[in-house]
């Protein structure tokens, strides 16, 4: 996949060059270029094109982005209020994601969203404890991990 990536990029310059015109509009028509090319070695040659990875990690930050942006106005409510009133707990969310760049990669997200901090993950590497600020309900939290962050990892990484 990063191979086919370079290549395609390397293709985008390459054009650029020949044409003896450094803009972003070469750039894009050697890339889109490069991208044809790589369709009509598809058929040719046994591999899978990059461009569903590229747009499932793009999805991944636009999930990203959304969650973080939720979370900041919900901690921004309990933080400028007169009296707090959270009622914060630790649950054991169970994780479907087998490697450790994936398991590394939701506890990132998950620490990186205001409101929740992963603690720690079990022996077995199957449940991560997190510190939820304002725990709603426990399956309420699980389910919203696993259909934002831990779907859209599973997406980019197989």
Not at 65 to 71: D, H, P, S, V
Request: hydrophobic share 50%; aromatic share 10%; charged share 20%.
């Amino acid at each position: 996949m990063i191979l086919q990536l370079v290549f395609n990029i390397g293709l985008a310059v390459t054009w650029m060059l020949l044409r003896a015109n450094l803009t972003v509009v070469d750039f894009v028509v050697g890339y889109l270029l490069g991208a044809l090319l790589l369709i009509a070695l598809q058929k040719i040659l046994p591999f899978k094109l990059y461009f569903p990875k590229v747009i499932a990690l793009l999805k991944l930050t636009w999930i990203f982005a959304r969650e973080l942006y939720y979370a900041n106005i919900d901690v921004l409510k309990i933080v400028t209020r007169p009296k707090i009133k959270t009622t914060p707990g630790i649950i054991a969310y169970p994780t479907e994601l087998k490697t450790d760049l994936e398991k590394t990669l939701i506890a990132s997200l998950i620490s990186l969203t205001p409101g929740t901090m992963p603690i720690a993950f079990s022996d077995d590497g199957k449940i991560i404890y997190v510190h939820c600020i304002n725990m709603k309900e426990k399956d309420e939290i699980v389910g919203q991990i696993q259909e934002t962050f831990e779907k859209a990892i599973m997406e980019v990484t197989k």
